[in-house]
């Protein structure tokens, strides 16, 4: 352990940050750094280059060239209840020279399978119980901030579709900083509690992975639609924490990487909570994850516009016309069901 500690650890999704902090390490989201970099796009080609097809999502080449790019040394990858790519990108970093850890979200949510994953990485990284309940408690006080923050977004509107995406999202990795992290969603909170509330034609959920096209939040509200609801970052966030007696039991409520109608479940619950219009659902090219939209569709009570995302960081001309006209007919409706109340 001692060879890691204070070291930045790149980490392919969301993991147990409580573990990581606890024990002196400090950990980088590849996504994050991937999708903000200038020069994303050399990323993806680096990794074509290298040898990655061009059929495979461009999050795992995008990881790749950042790990490689960043001189990344070391990298916990979700090997179960993420991308069914991991374990590829994981077996060709480690051999450029790249220490794997591996860590899993059980499909059977099984507390036993769970708890095993958890005791893996706190002998990994050489932390005590003790200690990582400690750093529990006080991630956890800046998650009720996230939390805050959101219920901003949807009862008093006043937080922007892309506020919200941006700072929930990055709860993944507490931007490197959790003390520089709570400070600055305290001054975020205290702003936007002096705006003026958002008042807009349609509210909408966002669904599936964080997108790479940033420009989507602002695009919608351009034309009186906004994000209310960001499903899995909220996630990233986890906005049930102080319902979990202990790290395992957090970790299993933690709907993403399970099965989806879990997901459903709690997508339902915020159309009900945060009155919802509509759901964009994000995929990936050549993610196994698109094949979800039948079931989503089928489930939901609101309607459901399925956008997808490749190589781009904005969005493309066909996507913007689809949305477009999503949202046009979302306003008809409203204008139309109001004329007959």
């Known amino acids: 352990m ?5 070291k930045k650890v790149g980490i392919t999704t969301t993991v147990p940050a409580e573990i990581l902090y606890a024990a002196g390490v400090v950990p980088v989201d590849m996504n994050n750094l991937f999708i903000t970099a200038e020069k994303y796009d050399e990323y993806i080609e680096r990794a074509e280059r290298d040898g990655f097809p061009k059929s495979m ?9 950042a790990v490689l790019d960043h001189k990344i040394d070391t990298l916990i990858g979700v090997v179960e209840g993420d991308c069914s790519n991991t374990k590829v990108l994981l077996e060709v970093l480690e051999r450029k020279g790249v220490k794997m850890i591996p860590f899993g979200f059980p499909h059977s949510k099984d507390v036993e399978t769970m708890d095993l994953q958890m005791k893996s990485l706190k002998n990994a990284l050489q932390v005590s119980d003790e200690t990582v309940e400690k750093w529990r408690k006080k991630l956890g006080k800046i998650r009720n901030l996230g939390i805050e923050l959101d219920e901003l977004s949807y009862k008093s509107n006043q937080v922007s579709g892309f506020e919200n995406h941006l700072l929930l999202v990055s709860f993944s990795d507490f931007m490197n900083d959790p003390d520089a992290y709570e400070i ?6 205290e702003e936007v509690k002096n705006r003026p509330a958002f008042n807009e034609k349609v509210r909408l959920g966002y669904i599936g992975v964080p997108p790479m096209q940033g420009d989507l939040f602002e695009y919608l509200e351009g034309m009186e639609a906004r994000i209310v609801y960001n499903e899995v970052q909220r996630e990233f966030m986890f906005p049930r924490w102080k319902e979990s007696q202990n790290l395992v039991d957090q970790y299993l409520d933690y709907t993403y990487p399970y099965d ?17 219009d509509a759901i964009i659902h994000y995929t990936q090219a050549f993610c196994h994850k698109a094949a979800e939209d039948m ?14 995302g490749d190589k781009l ?3 493309d001309a066909r996507t913007k016309l689809r949305i477009e006209a999503f949202v046009d007919m ?10 007959v109340s």
């Open 2 to 6: 001692q060879d890691l500690k204070m």
């Open 57 to 65: 999502c461009a999050w795992i080449k995008g990881i790749y060239g």
């Open 184 to 189: 600055m969603l305290k001054e975020k909170i």
């Open 260 to 276: 989806l109608s879990s997901r459903l479940q709690d997508i339902g619950k915020q159309v009900q909570e945060r009155s919802l």
């Open 295 to 308: 079931v989503i569709k089928s489930e939901l009570d609101i309607p459901v516009l399925q956008i997808e």
């Open 313 to 315: 960081n904005v969005l």
């Open 330 to 339: 979302l306003k008809d409706k409203k204008e139309f069901d109001l004329c």
